[in-house]
C-alpha cells in the first residue's frame, strides 16, 4: 500500500491563535541566542542541498530576499531566517550575528559580535542592501567578502557563528528554518577537498539532531539516487519521519523526464513521513528582468496548472503552499518537543546551580577572596594532617591513593621484611651453627659468619688486654654485614618519594578540574 505523505489541516492553520504560534517561535528562538542549543538540542527546520540545487532560489521565493548565488566562495557559516507575521507599519528587517560554540564563553568575542545588528525598514531596503550586510557580516566573522581575491590563502575558511535573518510583514508565516551551506562534489581553487568534508560534517551535525525537521531540496533535473545530500538525510532518517522532500527547477526538466519527477512529488518513490513539494524557481531571465516576488508566485501558479504537472495536488506545489506547511509543521514540532525541551533545561539548571554552589559564597573583593584562599588553606593542611596520622574519611577505598599513613605502613613492612632477608651480607647462624633458615637468600656470602667474626677479631688485635676486643672490629664487622642495606635504603627512600609526590600530588594534578574545588576535596 503506497503510504500517502502527511496532510496538515491548511484551513484550521489559518484560524490558529497566531499570537501562540508567534511565542512558541519566540521561545525557541530566543533560546538558540543565549546558546542554550550548545548544551542541548532545539527543535528546529533545517534546509540541507547540493550546490546548484536550488537551494539559495527557494529561500528567495519563502523570505523575498536575494540570496547570493553563483559566487565562487560558497557560504561559509550557517544562515537562520525568521519570518513573523505583523501589521504593515511594524514590517522591518533584522539582521544578527548569534555566536556559535567558539564564540559563545569568550566575552569580548560575544560582545563584538553583538554589536553587529541591522533594523532596516522594508520599504528602504532592496538587494544592493541585503548583499552589503552580508559581505558586512562575513568580514565581522572573519570570512571574505563575496568576490574577494586570493581566497586560496584565507586563514578562516568556515565561521560556526550563525547568521540570522528576521523578517516581519504582514505576507509572511510565522516560521524559522536554518540553511546550511551546499554540498559540492567538485573541488576547485577555491573550494578544497578540506572545505568539502568540512561542509559534510556540518550537514551531518545538523541533521543527526533528533529534533531536527530535514528539508531536502533536490534538483528536477537531476537522478534521485546521484543527489548525495539526500542519501545523507535517508542515511540518518532511514524511515522519513522527520524528511521533507522539496524539488526545484521542474520547469527546466527534459520533455519525456516529467513523470519520473512527478512519482517522486506524489510520493511513490522515495515513501517519507511529510511527503515532497514542488516548486518553480525564477529563470536567469526574470532574475535579470527583476521579476517581483508576487509576479513570481503568479507564474509558479501557472506553471503547475499546466500539464503534466496538474496531476500534483496543489496544497503540495508553490512557494506559498510550500511556506504554510513549513509554519504549522514547525509549530507542531515545537509544541511536541517543548515539554521534554523544558525538562533538559530544567535539569540543566539543577546542574548548574549544584555547580555554583559548590564554589561557595561570591568573592568579588581582593579580601574575600584573600580570606577563602586561606579557609581552603586551613582546611587542606588539616586534611592532610588527618592523612598523614591515618585518620580516613569512611567512604574512602581500601586502596584510595589518600590513605597516605597506610601506604607509608606497607612500604615500611615491605622494606623490613626486605631488609631481613636480603640486607646482610652472610647468613646469621643459630647456636648449633647451622644457617638460619629466617636468614637466607641466594645472594649471601656461604663462608660461616662465625669464620668471619673469628678472622676479623684475629686481625685486628692490638694493645688491648687479654680477652678484650679491640672496638674497631665491631665497627667493621657491622660494615661488611650490611653494606647492602644502603641500597635496599635508597630504593625504600625513592618507593617513599613516589608515594607522596605519584600517589598523592599526581593524584591531584591529573584529576577532572571539579576535584579541586572545595566540595570535593573537602
Not at 263 to 275: C, P, S, T, W
Not at 345 to 358: M, T
Request: net charge negative; with cysteine.
Amino acid at each position: 500500500m503506497v503510504k500517502k505523505p502527511t496532510s496538515l489541516n491548511l484551513e484550521a492553520f489559518h484560524t490558529l491563535d497566531k499570537d501562540k504560534r508567534q511565542a512558541y517561535l519566540a521561545v525557541v528562538d530566543q533560546l538558540r541566542e543565549l546558546g542554550v542549543g550548545e548544551d542541548l538540542s532545539l527543535p528546529q527546520l533545517v534546509v540541507v542541498g547540493d550546490q546548484s540545487s536550488g537551494k539559495s532560489s527557494l529561500l528567495e521565493g519563502l523570505t523575498g530576499l536575494s540570496f547570493p548565488v553563483a559566487s565562487d566562495l560558497c557560504t561559509r557559516h550557517a544562515t537562520q531566517i525568521v519570518l513573523r507575521r505583523v501589521p504593515a507599519h511594524e514590517a522591518a528587517i533584522r539582521i544578527s550575528i548569534i555566536p556559535g560554540p567558539s564564540s559563545i564563553d569568550n566575552a569580548d568575542e560575544k560582545e563584538r559580535l553583538g554589536k553587529f545588528a541591522r533594523c532596516i525598514k522594508t520599504t528602504a531596503f532592496g538587494a544592493d542592501e541585503f548583499a552589503s550586510i552580508l559581505d558586512e557580516a562575513s568580514e565581522i566573522m572573519g570570512l571574505p567578502r563575496a568576490g574577494a581575491t586570493g581566497l586560496d590563502n584565507i586563514e578562516k575558511r568556515f565561521s560556526d557563528n550563525v547568521l540570522k535573518v528576521e523578517l516581519s510583514g504582514p505576507e509572511h508565516n510565522h516560521l524559522s528554518v536554518v540553511d546550511v551551506p551546499g554540498l559540492f562534489h567538485n573541488p576547485a581553487i577555491y573550494q578544497t577537498n578540506e572545505d568539502l568534508e568540512i561542509i559534510r560534517k556540518l550537514i551531518m551535525d545538523y541533521i543527526s539532531d533528533a529534533r531536527t525537521i530535514i528539508l531536502a531540496v533536490i534538483d528536477a533535473r537531476n537522478n534521485l539516487a546521484n543527489q548525495e545530500v539526500f542519501k545523507m538525510a535517508r542515511g540518518i532518517d532511514p524511515r522519513g519521519d522527520r524528511t521533507v522532500g522539496i524539488i526545484t527547477k521542474c520547469d527546466v526538466v527534459q520533455s519525456g523526464d516529467e513523470a519520473g519527477v512527478i512519482r517522486i512529488a506524489q510520493n511513490l518513490v522515495e515513501k517519507l513521513q511529510h511527503g515532497w513539494f514542488a516548486v518553480r524557481n525564477r529563470s536567469p531571465s526574470e532574475i535579470k528582468a527583476g521579476v517581483s516576488l508576487k509576479d513570481r508566485h503568479a507564474t509558479e501558479r501557472e506553471f503547475f496548472m499546466t500539464s503534466p504537472w496538474s496531476e500534483l495536488r496543489k496544497d503540495r506545489t508553490g512557494i506559498p503552499a510550500l511556506s504554510a506547511f513549513l509554519a504549522q509543521l514547525l509549530y507542531e514540532h515545537i509544541r511536541r518537543e517543548f515539554p521534554s525541551v523544558v525538562d533538559e533545561i530544567e535539569k540543566h539548571c539543577k546542574q548548574l546551580l549544584a555547580d555554583i554552589e559548590d564554589l561557595g559564597p561570591p568573592r568579588q573583593s581582593s579580601i574575600e577572596q584573600r580570606q577563602y584562599l586561606t579557609q581552603v588553606a586551613s582546611r587542606y593542611q588539616k586534611k592532610l594532617a588527618d592523612y598523614l596520622r591515618g585518620v580516613y574519611d569512611a567512604d574512602l577505598s581500601s586502596d584510595h591513593p589518600l590513605k597516605l599513613r597506610m601506604h607509608i605502613k606497607d612500604l615500611n613492612d615491605a622494606f623490613a621484611k626486605t631488609t631481613s632477608k636480603q640486607g646482610h651480607t652472610r647468613a646469621f647462624r643459630n647456636t648449633d651453627d647451622e644457617e638460619d633458615s629466617e636468614y637466607h637468600f641466594k645472594g649471601s656470602e656461604k663462608s660461616s659468619i662465625y669464620d668471619c667474626i673469628r678472622t676479623s677479631y684475629l686481625e685486628a688485635r692490638g694493645s688491648e688486654l687479654p680477652g678484650c676486643v679491640n672496638p674497631a672490629v665491631l665497627e667493621n664487622l657491622f660494615r661488611q654485614q650490611t653494606f647492602k642495606r644502603q641500597e635496599i635504603a635508597e630504593q625504600h627512600l625513592e618507593k617513599f618519594k613516589i608515594a607522596l609526590e605519584v600517589v598523592w600530588f599526581r593524584y591531584w594534578t591529573t584529576r577532572p578540574v571539579k576535584l579541586i574545588t572545595p566540595s570535593d576535596f573537602f
